[in-house]
Every structure is written in C-alpha cells, then in structure tokens.
C-alpha cells in the first residue's frame, strides 16, 4: 500500500477534497479531514525508546469514537498501531508497508462515514438556502419629506 493508493480510495468518495494540514496531505470532507499523513516527530521517535518504530509510510484515520478505536486495535489487524501522543483521541495510525489493502480501505470509510456524518461537517458541506429577496420598498412623497 502507498499514499497514491490511498488517495484512489478517498478520492472515490463523495465530496472528498485533498488538501493540506500540519504540512501533509489531508483527505477531507465537509471541511473537516478524516485521513492524512502522519510522520513521525522527533518527540514520537524519542517516545518509542529501543523499540523500532514502524518504518515506511504512515496513515492517520479518524474512527467514530474512543471504544471504537479500542475495538479495532484488539482486532489486532496487521500495520495497525497507536502512539502515546493519540491517547484520548478517536484515531489509529497505519503502517502502509504492513496493512492489507482491505483492511485500509475499510478504515478509510469508517472514518469517512465518521467525519461525514457528524453534524459539523453535515453542516458545512449542506448548501446555504438563500432568503428571497423582496422588492425594495417604495417610498412614498409623503414619507420623503
């Protein structure tokens, strides 16, 4: 898997712009991203210690909430991880390298349906309803004195 896969994947859902946030690239809908880019910083290599961190690209992906994240790393699905610095936030990591091509685009439209879905995003993506214009009132000679 690569990020040129993960862009087919995103792109063929309904109202996803790319755009960019942090510096990476963000798959986004309703003005509100829902994937993106996710290298790591100095502080998240320093916080692996001896461990090695996953190596290749890396894929950031919303899900609906905290028990579902839980939920979806017990499954323990191959290139799926989290970090200390994603502790209390509803979202995983993948490493491309080691994740099936099924299990990513499952979670990129889990968290599309999750970002979709929110009322947030339902909102800004929802065309504004214009008010009808009246006619300008006319003003009468009586009322221009």
């Given at each position: 898997?690569?990020f040129?896969?993960?862009?087919?994947?995103?792109?063929?859902?309904?109202?996803?712009?790319?755009?960019?946030?942090w510096?990476?690239?963000?798959?986004?809908?309703?003005?509100?991203?829902?994937?993106?880019?996710?290298?790591?910083?100095?502080?998240?290599?320093?916080?692996?210690?001896?461990e090695t961190?996953?190596?290749?690209?890396?894929?950031?992906?919303?899900?609906e909430?905290l028990?579902?994240?839980?939920?979806?790393?017990?499954?323990?699905?191959?290139?799926?991880f989290?970090?200390?610095?994603?502790?209390?936030f509803?979202?995983?990591?993948?490493?491309?390298?080691?994740?099936?091509?099924?299990?990513v685009?499952a979670?990129i439209?889990?968290?599309?349906?999750?970002?979709?879905?929110?009322p947030?995003?339902a909102?800004?993506a929802a065309?504004?309803?214009?008010?009808p214009?009246?006619a300008?009132a006319?003003?009468?000679?009586?009322?221009r004195r």
């Amino acid at each position: 898997m690569t990020f040129d896969d993960v862009d087919a994947m995103a792109a063929a859902l309904p109202g996803v712009t790319v755009g960019t946030s942090w510096g990476n690239r963000t798959w986004i809908v309703g003005g509100k991203g829902f994937a993106w880019q996710r290298p790591f910083t100095k502080a998240d290599l320093k916080r692996f210690g001896d461990e090695t961190p996953p190596a290749g690209e890396i894929l950031g992906v919303r899900v609906e909430s905290l028990d579902a994240k839980d939920g979806l790393l017990a499954m323990e699905l191959p290139g799926f991880f989290t970090i200390q610095h994603f502790n209390g936030f509803a979202a995983v990591l993948i490493a491309l390298r080691r994740a099936r091509a099924k299990d990513v685009r499952a979670a990129i439209q889990g968290a599309y349906r999750a970002v979709a879905s929110s009322p947030t995003a339902a909102k800004r993506a929802a065309p504004r309803a214009r008010k009808p214009r009246s006619a300008p009132a006319r003003r009468t000679r009586a009322a221009r004195r």
